[in-house]
């Protein structure tokens, strides 16, 4: 996705609006001017300068490009915004389902989908992603000592 | 003389032999994935130092940590994902430089270069460690805020050709070192009501997002891969690193110097070294365009420096006892363990097992040169194997490996978070590199900044107070008004173009 530097300079512009709000209701260290929300405030500023001068430089020197919204690597690519969007879809079951259907079931899943998307026969789509998914179980579980979720298949590990 | 032929001896037991040679390649595996710090290298080794003598259980730390920061580097090249944070600073040149069919090269170079900056760093740990130790004792929040903002100024030197869009990136990675609990008060800072925001945004998952997950999408996006390019040998890798070695031998040398110093400054660690050589060396390269695009110079002066500050960081950890890092804060407790006590007796009393340590880290840096060629090796069948193959497993090393981190589901979704970020960014011309800096600097600088205002009662000129002070932040200022004073005079005399075409694109 490709958004004009006006569009973009107006969001930091906001953005440190907001934060600089945010961090003005922070409590102050002993009545000083200083306190949690100092720090803050000055990254907002700088935002804001950086936005501002992003905003005001395109307009002057691309004004026709400023506001334009462009999804240069996705239109007329559907194969490659479908595997972006598979990408996105294997992150969020592994937030969301993670814990209840354990990482190595997601993870097999995730490759299947992604082998047979790209390309890959059945029976090398399995194999590739059992192998896959059973080495990293082995190194994180086993060697490294990381409690990764194994959902069901805590019972049989 | 004798304590030397003692430490010899200590060293060429078949125990410390055995014990270098086994931690060197479970130091190497650990750096080569992504998510897996050196310190978890050494973490994770020390339940087994239990069972070892001192001089091993030592060994064991000194070889895995120096290969785990090498190993860093090879992830990195093959797959733009740096394997430790401390190889974040150059990943972009050696992941350019591969897409050209030169991974060998970078793996040669990123050996060669690391193993000299781990000897440099040894040799000067030898000889000056008490006076480099007493130096950095002085050292107080006034001139660590001014030199983590000397380190930020790097981020003009990093930012790429748009410098606006550079320092809007800082201005994020900084921002985003703010979340979680306040350093003075305790006040919760943009935390959402998030409880695992409390601890501020964890940094390895961060670092696996930023990098993997946008050069994930990028390749499934446009398919065309790294693997269709013919890589060089392994013979003519070492050739070219040669070549690389002639011709910038300085900034190798540079690059020792500054890791060694900044490694022995407590607060400053491997990745804070590497950058500062980066950002120095590409200040000075008389080809700086080339930076960012594939070029050599920056990796060898970055990893140079990075395995340079992992011996520098023993410098106070062995005469004072003080860590520099956290590497060295576990190898402390396993001196302790091992009822070796660390402190400005420990010549007197230890002589000869810290010489032997010292024979060790000289050991342990050679054996990156085999390690090194067997990297290399394995390097060109990784990039053999189909992309489609590769990339789908990519992913799922990169969630587990940000699980890993802190055992918890929310890596992932920093991941995601911080992920989707980057690649937005990078597809609208931020780049990546100050962000980074932000989030390693954001909270040294802050923290300090705020016990100096505490501890001058909120008078700003007293950050100046004190005589380094003073310096530091003098050279920090004369930085910070460099580019504006060229950006004035480029206004003054409207004839000279090319300064403010420089600062302004």
């Excluded at chain 2, 190993?71 to 430089?97: C, F, K």
């Excluded at chain 2, 016990?451 to 107070?465: D, K, P, R």
Aim: charged share 10%; glycine share 12%; hydrophobic share 55%.
């Amino acid at each position: 996705m490709k958004f004009g530097d006006g569009l973009i300079g107006l969001f930091i512009v906001a953005l440190g609006v907001a934060v600089f709000g945010q961090a003005q209701g922070f409590p102050k260290v002993a009545d000083q001017f200083y306190g949690p929300g100092l720090f803050p405030q000055i990254i907002a500023a700088g935002l804001v300068l950086c936005g501002a001068i992003l905003f005001a430089r395109t307009l002057r020197t691309a004004p026709a490009a400023s506001f334009r919204v462009d999804a240069v690597s996705w239109r007329g690519n559907r194969r490659g915004a479908m595997s972006g969007a598979m990408v996105l879809a294997a992150l969020l079951a592994f937030v969301f389902l993670g814990d209840t259907v354990g990482f190595p079931i997601i993870g097999f899943v995730t490759l299947v989908a992604f082998y047979l998307w790209l390309g890959r026969r059945l029976p090398v789509a399995l194999l590739v992603a059992a192998g896959v998914t059973l080495a990293l179980d082995l190194l994180f579980r086993l060697v490294l000592h990381v409690p990764v979720p194994s959902g069901p298949l805590a019972a049989f590990w | 003389m004798d304590k030397f032929i003692a430490a010899l001896d200590l060293v060429a037991q078949p125990e410390t032999l055995v014990t270098l040679v086994g931690a060197s390649f479970f130091g190497f595996a650990i750096g080569c994935l992504p998510g897996l710090t050196a310190t978890m290298a050494v973490a994770l080794l020390v339940p087994m130092t239990f069972f070892m003598s001192p001089i091993a259980a030592i060994t064991s730390i000194v070889a895995a940590s120096a290969m785990a920061i090498f190993a860093g580097d090879i992830p990195g090249a093959l797959l733009r994902m740096p394997g430790t944070p401390a190889s974040a600073a150059y990943v972009d040149d050696a992941y350019e430089m591969t897409k050209r069919g030169e991974a060998g090269v970078v793996i040669a170079s990123n050996a060669t270069f690391s193993a000299l900056g781990g000897v440099f760093g040894t040799i000067v740990l030898i000889l000056a460690a008490p006076t480099l130790a007493d130096f950095a004792l002085d050292f107080s929040a006034f001139e660590f805020f001014w030199l983590g903002a000397l380190g930020l100024s790097c981020a003009v030197f990093v930012a790429g050709s748009n410098l606006v869009k550079g320092l809007t990136s800082l201005m994020l990675g900084l921002l985003i070192a703010t979340v979680g609990m306040d350093y003075t008060t305790g006040h919760p800072r943009f935390t959402f009501g998030n409880v695992n925001l409390l601890e501020g945004v964890s940094f390895i998952p961060g670092l696996i997002g930023m990098f993997a997950l946008p050069e994930i999408l990028r390749s499934l996006l446009s398919p065309g891969s790294v693997g269709t390019v013919a890589q060089v040998t392994a013979r003519d890798a070492w050739r070219k690193t040669w070549d690389a070695g002639k011709r910038y031998w300085s900034r190798a040398l540079c690059g020792s110097v500054l890791g060694t110093l900044v490694g022995a400054l407590p607060g400053g660690g491997a990745d804070t070294a590497a950058w500062i050589s980066y950002a120095g060396a590409k200040k000075m390269s008389r080809e700086p365009e080339k930076w960012g695009k594939g070029h050599i110079e920056g990796i060898v002066a970055g990893s140079s420096a990075n395995n340079a500050a992992l011996s520098g960081a023993w410098i106070p950890a062995i005469v004072f006892a003080i860590p520099g890092d956290t590497i060295t804060a576990i190898g402390i407790g396993v001196l302790y363990l091992k009822g070796v006590n660390p402190g400005p007796t420990v010549f007197i009393n230890n002589g000869e097992l810290f010489y032997a340590v010292f024979i060790v880290f000289i050991l342990a840096n050679l054996m990156m040169f085999p390690l090194g060629w067997l990297a290399i090796r394995i390097a060109r069948l990784v990039l053999r194997v189909p992309r489609d193959l590769i990339l789908p497993a990519l992913l799922v090393l990169s969630v587990t490996g940000a699980y890993a981190i802190d055992n918890d589901l929310f890596g992932v979704w920093i991941l995601l978070a911080l992920g989707l970020t980057a690649y937005l960014m990078e597809e609208n011309g931020f780049p990546i590199a100050p962000m980074v800096l932000g989030m390693v600097l954001g909270k040294i600088v802050e923290q300090n900044f705020m016990q100096a205002l505490i501890s001058t009662n909120g008078n700003v000129l007293g950050l100046f107070g004190r005589p380094i002070a003073a310096v530091l932040g003098g050279i920090t200022l004369l930085v910070w008004a460099i580019p504006l004073l060229r950006w004035g005079w480029s206004r003054l005399r409207p004839a000279h173009a090319t300064p403010r075409a420089a600062i302004e694109d």
